[in-house]
């Protein structure tokens, strides 16, 4: 029941910035852990971001070790939104990046395609 699109993939050149959106069909959105994952050609899929539901009320963020500092995860419930948002691209980001959702992942989009130019 629950689709994901992403968007906001592109060409970027290195330094720049870019936020990336991933848009959730339904409401239960709202009520699942969302995260980003990323491939790159000839690699293998590694975790990027992920939000989870606190035993409060407030959403937290977690970020690979790796892409702290530059890597920054949202999301607006209010429109079945999470983003992420991608500071001092390197060319060594480029890949392929994966919405997800569900307790175990059990919901992906599509992808979205991130090159950075050197």
């Known amino acids: 029941q629950v689709q994901l699109v992403e968007s906001g993939g592109g060409l970027v050149q290195a330094g720049g910035s870019l936020r990336l959106s991933c848009a959730a069909s339904?409401?239960?959105?709202?009520?699942?852990?969302m995260g980003w994952f990323r491939q790159a050609p000839g690699k293998e899929r590694e975790f990027v971001a992920a939000t989870r539901w606190s035993r409060g009320t407030t959403y937290v963020a977690n970020i690979a070790n790796s892409m702290k500092g530059r890597f920054t995860i949202s999301r607006d419930g209010a429109k079945n939104t999470v983003y992420l948002q991608i500071n001092s691209l390197k060319p060594e980001d480029t890949a392929v990046y994966f919405c997800?959702?569900?307790?175990?992942?059990?919901?992906w989009g599509q992808g979205t395609q991130v090159t950075v130019s050197s």
């Open positions: 997800a959702a569900g307790g175990s992942w059990e919901f």
């Open positions: 339904t409401r239960t959105f709202s009520t699942l852990p």
